[in-house]
């Protein structure tokens, strides 16, 4: 069972699968192993070492175990008064389990993967369309300069008009050709250095540079998205596309904890027009193609060759100075169609009107629909899901509303997350069948399965339970521990059951026989709840935000499968066994 609990995180599709995938490989080797072991060397060594106390022998802790006489008698009367109530364990567990499910609804904040503890960040710049490579320098000398002035910085790196290298297994960044664009990433002294800095240096930075998207970011678990809030307006008018993202962007930029948002369909970018007259053009003996071909080289150049520098090749390109190319005037005053019949060429002003014109430059498409992406990015160390919720009722009290044919499409974490839900429970649904199977072949039972199954879902409350208990969001490590402990929690059930079925006193409704054989496997579920237990101390104490919620879910939920393996478990075994209900089943 704990093997098939672990199969689904092992078989995950898609980004998260490739990241937690082998958490339940894992898993499921060392669980096998143990069971090899169990069935093989575990017995050979208890029969050499193990032994029975000899008569008049005095008992000792370490091969007789502990005894605590009062404990023992107060544990005994506890399960008594259970088993004559059992509608008071049962209550209890259901109202525990409750309680675990109205925090993870109402109280916890929902996070997809948390920012990984890392001694660097990252950073991203993107000024207007149409600004050039030199401005995207000097803005990075600038923005390094207030980099530099806080303690703690060892190195600052920058690459401009384009994406910075990998340096972190999910940062990636497919910008390229943009002269506008600059990306890079800074060391610091330490991991608690770099949450002390980024979310002071965003806001500066955002103060220093409002000409810019300046993005101070850390660096994120998971797998990578585009922005932590996207998503995608489509409908087939460009212009109106438009409109209703400016509109959700004037909603989305007061919403609290949202430093920039932006659209990906560009409206307003300028181009350079040119009315051409084609009387004009051919008496100077200019075709139209000519004429766009010589301005496409006075503004963009002409690749002239290439310079081999190591093992890369680099473009050589010819290009105009900039005073021939820097205004609008000096542009009309080029000469384009230079050839032997017109070696001073024919200046642009002759040919035709010049003018600076509004144009489209990016219409972007999804799934064959035209689609207006809206992105925005949020303050460091922020939570999206709480920002997202808080977008979406201001988008209510706005009156915003889609014309027919239009539809909007969640992107971003919240995409990320439902995919990666959609496609755990997918694969955990048959598995969790099989788990049922397995089970109920053993008791050859399906009341005693229904019986296992419940405590282990009971067990979900319990582990949310030790989520909260440790002030951490509800986020995918959460349900990756609770969907594995799903197996282990069912084992102390499945543990006292088998023991109670064997019982002949206990079958026949004896309380004090029922209470004695679980009293007898307390020592057994109280053992290896501890030892389980045990094994996720480090982590908790570690702090780490990525492990911790794993470890306080799985830590949690087995320290409430062993109370519901001895108190619910016999309680609803007890129901079972009374004789009126006997005759009714």
């Known amino acids: 069972t704990t093997a098939l609990a672990f199969a689904p995180i092992a078989m995950l599709p898609g980004g998260a699968g490739e990241f937690v995938g082998m958490i339940g490989v894992s898993v499921i080797f060392a669980v096998c192993s143990s069971f090899f072991l169990a069935m093989t060397v575990v017995p050979a060594f208890a029969g050499w070492f193990d032994r ?62 948390p920012q990984t503890e890392r001694d660097q960040f990252q950073l991203d710049v993107q000024l207007p369309p149409g600004a050039t490579i030199y401005e995207a320098e000097a803005l990075t000398e600038r923005a390094t300069e207030i980099i530099r002035s806080y303690p703690g910085i060892e190195d600052v790196h920058w690459t401009i008009g384009e994406g910075a290298p990998r340096v972190y297994y999910n940062a990636f960044n497919f910008q390229s050709g943009v002269s506008g664009f600059a990306a890079g990433w800074v060391t610091t002294s330490s991991a608690a250095q770099t949450r002390q800095i980024v979310p002071t240096l965003q806001m500066e930075l955002r103060d220093e540079f409002p000409e810019a998207r300046f993005l101070s970011l850390p660096f994120e678990q998971g797998p990578p998205v585009n ?31 949202v430093t920039y948002s932006w659209s990906t369909i560009e409206t307003w970018a300028l181009t350079i027009r040119l009315m051409a007259d084609e009387a004009a053009a051919d008496l100077a003996g200019v075709r139209l193609q000519d004429i766009s071909a010589d301005m496409n ?66 219409i972007t498409h999804r799934n064959g629909v035209r689609s207006n992406i809206i992105r925005a990015s949020i303050e460091p160390y922020a939570l999206p899901a709480p920002v997202f919720t808080e977008f979406q009722a201001q988008l209510d009290e706005a009156g ?26 997918g694969a955990a649904l048959p598995l969790v069948i099989a788990m049922a199977g397995c089970v109920a072949l053993v008791f050859n039972s399906f009341r005693m399965m229904l019986l296992v199954l419940a405590s282990g879902f009971l067990s979900l ?34 543990v006292v059951l088998s023991l109670l079925r064997a019982n002949p006193g206990a079958m026949a409704d004896d309380v004090i026989a029922q209470r004695e054989v679980v009293v007898d496997a307390t020592r057994h579920i109280v053992a290896t709840t501890l030892t389980t237990m045990g094994g996720f101390v480090p982590i908790l104490l570690t702090g780490d935000s990525f492990w911790m919620p794993l470890a306080a879910g799985i830590s949690g939920g087995v320290g409430g499968s062993a109370l519901l393996a001895l108190y619910f478990t016999p309680a609803v075994f007890r129901i079972t066994t009374m004789k009126p209900v006997r005759k009714a089943l």
């Open 227 to 257: 922005a932590p809030i996207e998503f995608f307006v489509n409908g087939p008018d460009i212009m109106t596309l438009n409109e209703l993202g400016e509109e959700a962007r004037r909603i989305l930029n007061d919403v609290r904890g």
């Open 461 to 494: 409350g319990y582990a949310f339970f030790g989520v909260w208990l440790f002030n951490l969001p509800f986020g995918f490590n959460a349900i990756i521990g609770g969907l594995g402990l799903f197996g282990i929690a069912i084992n102390g059930s499945i």
């Open 52 to 113: 029975d106390r000899v008569e008049g022998e005095k008992s000792v802790w370490w091969r007789d175990g502990f005894n605590f006489p009062i404990l023992s008698e107060g544990y005994r009367w506890t399960l008594r008064q259970s088993l004559r109530f059992p509608v008071g364990p049962l209550f209890l567990s259901f109202a525990l389990f409750g309680f675990g499910m109205y925090l993870v609804a109402a109280v916890m904040p929902s996070q997809f993967f």
């Open 297 to 362: 080289a006075e503004l963009e150049g002409v690749r002239a060759g290439s310079v081999l520098e190591g093992v890369e090749e680099i473009p050589v390109r010819v290009i105009a100075p900039e005073e021939r190319r820097g205004t609008l005037s000096s542009l009309r005053d080029a000469r384009v169609g230079v050839g032997p019949d017109n070696p001073m060429g024919t200046p642009i002003a002759a040919l035709g009107d010049l003018e600076l014109a509004p144009q489209i430059a990016v």
């Open 400 to 425: 915003f509303e889609l014309p027919p044919g239009y539809e909007i499409v969640l992107g971003g974490e919240a995409a990320e997350r439902g995919d990666a839900m959609g496609n755990l429970f």
